[in-house]
């Protein structure tokens, strides 16, 4: 049963984390308060983690809490907000398919009071039933349930969606830095090709790239970073799609090999830095987020000048880029 509190208290959410003005503290303290508000309509939540073949799916209490990771909520919020804008411009009734939407939807939930059920379809999917559930029945509660299509409960990676649904936006965010560990490569892969020609994803555009880094120097205020590029291994967006399908097949998309500068300091670390592209306007860069804390590479290993390393990114269970060295120049 609809919950008039519980609705008004996403609605205000929804308006602070799409304000501009808002301070980081201001967005944190509405991010804390939109997890609580959806912790405390429903028991406790399940933790356990699925292996799939194509990557790890976070159980749903890992999930709600991607939540607190408040810069990354706001920025992609955002970014399936001005997706909806843009799409309603093209369509009378948006098809929206939220992958991976986890038990509170975090990424749509709030939206959904803004748009009539006439102008805005919904399909949840997940691979965790309980998840779902528990999404399905917060939209209930919050008064939108009207807004959602039968809910899919399915590996994202694999699934054939309905041949009627061809959705126009899709959100999916399934990935950890580095894109390694979680499906967010062969999700993207199998649904974009289901998806409406021409459908807006979020986020718009991932990049990973590889540079050198004094990581002593990272966090220290007296001191500039020290930092040395190597060169972008992937982007992964609608445009790349296209070209990266290609490889899925063979389990391992090749990348770009990366060359040492001759002239680069000693004693450096490799690391792989992440940019999420949300939308144009909103971007998440190096620490704004868990998703874009860079990576350090120590297993391999003291970084000499001139050396030369061959890269792939390998699909499966365990995703993530693979460096190995070449040799020296
Ligand atoms: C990182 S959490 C994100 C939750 C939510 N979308 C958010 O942004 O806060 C990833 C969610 O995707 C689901 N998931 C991961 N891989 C999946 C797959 N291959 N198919 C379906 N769901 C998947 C997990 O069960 C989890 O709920």
């Given at each position: ?176 830095r580095a ?27 991932i990049r990973v790239s590889a540079e050198l880094a004094d990581t002593a120097r990272e966090f220290d205020p007296a001191r500039h970073r020290l930092r040395v590029p190597l060169g972008e291994l992937m982007e ?19 990348c770009p090999s990366l060359r040492v500068p001759i002239d680069a300091p000693e004693g450096l670390d490799l690391i792989l830095r992440t940019r999420i ?6 971007v998440l860069d190096d620490y704004d987020s868990?998703l874009t804390y860079p990576a350090v590479l120590k297993?391999l290993g003291r970084i000499r000048p001139g050396e030369l390393f061959?890269c ?9 880029f693979?460096l ?6």
């Open positions: 049963m609809a919950n008039f509190d519980f609705a008004q208290r996403l609605q205000a959410h929804a308006a602070l984390l799409l304000d501009r003005q808002q301070s980081p503290g201001a967005l944190r303290t509405c991010c804390a308060q939109l997890f609580d508000d959806c912790e405390a309509l429903g028991g406790s939540l399940d933790d356990h983690a699925s292996d799939l073949d194509c990557g790890r799916a976070l159980s749903p209490l890992e999930a709600a809490r991607c939540v607190l990771d408040f810069q990354r909520t706001t920025t992609l919020l955002r970014a399936v907000d001005a997706g909806l804008r843009t799409c309603m411009q093209q369509a009378d009734t948006v098809e929206v398919l939220y992958a991976g939407c986890g038990p509170f939807a975090p990424l749509l939930l709030p939206l959904l009071a803004r748009y009539p059920a006439s102008r805005l379809q919904a399909t949840l999917l997940d691979v965790h039933a309980t998840a779902l559930a528990r999404a399905q029945a917060l939209c209930s509660v919050a008064g939108v349930r009207d807004r959602l299509r039968p809910s899919l409960c399915a590996d994202a990676a694999r699934v054939q969606l309905p041949q009627a649904l061809r959705p126009r936006l899709l959100i999916v965010e399934v990935m950890q894109l390694e560990k979680e499906p967010q490569v062969a999700v993207l892969a199998n649904l974009l090709p289901q998806c409406a020609a021409g459908a807006l994803v979020v986020p718009q555009r992964l967006s609608a445009a790349s799609l296209a070209t990266l399908g290609t490889q899925l097949g063979a389990g391992r998309i090749a592209e949300a939308s144009p306007e909103d868990g297993n061959h792939h990114y390998r699909l499966g269970p365990r995703p993530g693979e190995q060295r070449a040799g020296p120049m």
